[in-house]
T-cell receptor, first 116, second 116 residues
């Protein structure tokens, strides 16, 4: 079974600064997808960024980028130029590409606080 | 385009009762997955429905069940409620099942269930 670990329960960042959220995962599969979701106080999970394991290039979406290290099974999220609206709970998630279906395995989450 | 709609948003039930939660997926989406979110256990996969059939199930007791209708709307039912069932229940819809990255999951705002 796959597991996802987020070792930082809480992080703080100053507005306009950069912060990195950590995520490691364990799997015996070679093909899979990794995601970062944001859950603001409204509770709705919003997809921030996604990465396909067979792609070496790190995904980027505007101020959000990932550092994907497949051998180390590490998938960290970097948020540049942090904004107050980035404050939320962030979840790292895994989805198999070898098993048919849409099941996501989530980490415990990291609360991100943004200070003005 | 309307998002994933979950009803009700909040629910208070008494131990021993049963409850039904509803999820209307995005139009055209055929896969619906359910997750339970608690402070202690985090986000855990309950089950996935596709074409009115349960395709995958998480590690939950038989008191948790669900179904999907021909219009892809889904309901989940919890019988004989326990205090530990208090949680945020999230529903996610995807266009299809499969190996493609494009089967992105879109989440609803959840139903907050409190068992007293």
């Amino acid at each position: 079974a796959q597991t996802v670990t987020q070792s930082q329960p809480e992080m703080s960042v100053q507005e306009a600064e950069t912060v990195t959220l950590s995520c490691t995962y364990d799997t015996s599969e070679s093909d899979y997808y990794l995601f970062w979701y944001k859950q603001p106080p409204s509770r709705q999970m919003i997809l921030v960024i996604r990465q396909e394991a067979y792609k070496q290039q790190n995904a980027t979406e505007n101020r959000f980028s990932v550092n994907f290290q497949k051998a180390a099974k590490s998938f960290s999220l970097k948020i540049s130029d942090s904004q107050l609206g980035d404050a939320a709970m962030y979840f790292c998630a895994y989805r198999s590409a070898e098993e048919y279906g849409n099941k996501l395995v989530f980490g415990a989450g990291t609360i991100l606080r943004v200070k003005s | 385009k309307a998002g994933v709609t979950q009803t009700p948003r909040y629910l208070i039930k008494t131990r021993g009762q049963q409850v039904t939660l509803s999820c209307s997926p995005i139009s055209g989406h055929r896969s619906v997955s359910w997750y339970q979110q608690t402070p202690g256990q985090g986000l855990q996969f309950l089950f996935e429905y596709f074409s009115e059939t349960q395709r995958n199930k998480g590690n939950f007791p038989g008191r948790f069940s669900g179904r999907q209708f021909s219009n892809s709307r889904s309901e989940m039912n919890v019988s004989t409620l326990e205090l530990g069932d208090s949680a945020l229940y999230l529903c996610a819809s995807s266009r299809d099942r499969g190996f493609s990255m494009n089967t992105e999951a879109f989440f609803g705002q959840g139903t907050r269930l409190t068992v007293v």
